[in-house]
């Protein structure tokens, strides 16, 4: 029986080999490959697109534009994983309270410094987009965004995590400075030489005044 032949169990040892490879390939999830990048276009595309649109030119039009770009902002970047980056240790100590207020307001103290160093050159300059690379769910965009008339550039790299099916910025590194830990560096410092409510109460004058 079988002459001439495998046995079963012979024939089903060796097709276990390439099955088991084709399962782990359809769950590696190789769309993953190129979303971090897609993402990142498709963010600062549309930051370009507010800030171009002749529509939303003009003094008046300052504040529509900002809550454009502010809506965008809030849409694509992860301020909960931004907020624990730049608490270090001390996010552990939070109340789940202190914690939901603190994203809040901390969202709203880096948006005005990504809009200070990145955002508001989009619509003068060129973003070009180099390496990209994927660690399970983190990933890093490497751009650079290059003046047309002086050729000058400024690299600026995107840190993102993969949660709930999507891609969201939770840092950013201009020019080799990562932001995040920028002010990590500034909140420690605080909070050691005064409290966390004295670092509460100078980002709440910050975002009051509107200043980065």
Sequence with gaps: MFQGSKTPARWMQQLAIPVAVLLLLSFARPVLAAEPQERMR???????AVLKDPSLR???????????VRQIILDTFDFE???????????????PQQRTEFVSLFGNLFERSYNNLVLRFLS??????????I?????????????PTTSG???????????????AVYDVIVDGVSL?????????QIIRSASYDTLLQRIKKKVEEGSP
């Design 153 to 167: 550039q400024l690299p600026i790299e995107y840190r993102l995590i993969h949660q709930d099916q999507r891609w």
């Design 58 to 68: 003009g003094q008046d039009k300052q504040a529509e534009r900002q809550q454009r």
């Design 135 to 147: 660690t399970q769910d983190r990933a890093v965009v490497q751009t650079t965004l290059v003046d």
């Design 42 to 48: 498709e963010i600062l595309n549309a930051v370009a």
């Design 81 to 95: 994983e931004m907020s624990k980056l730049a608490l270090g240790p001390y996010w552990d100590r939070l109340t």
């Design 124 to 133: 003068e300059r060129q973003s070009t987009y180099g390496r990209e690379s």
């Design 180 to 188: 995040a830990l920028n002010y990590q560096a500034q909140f420690d």
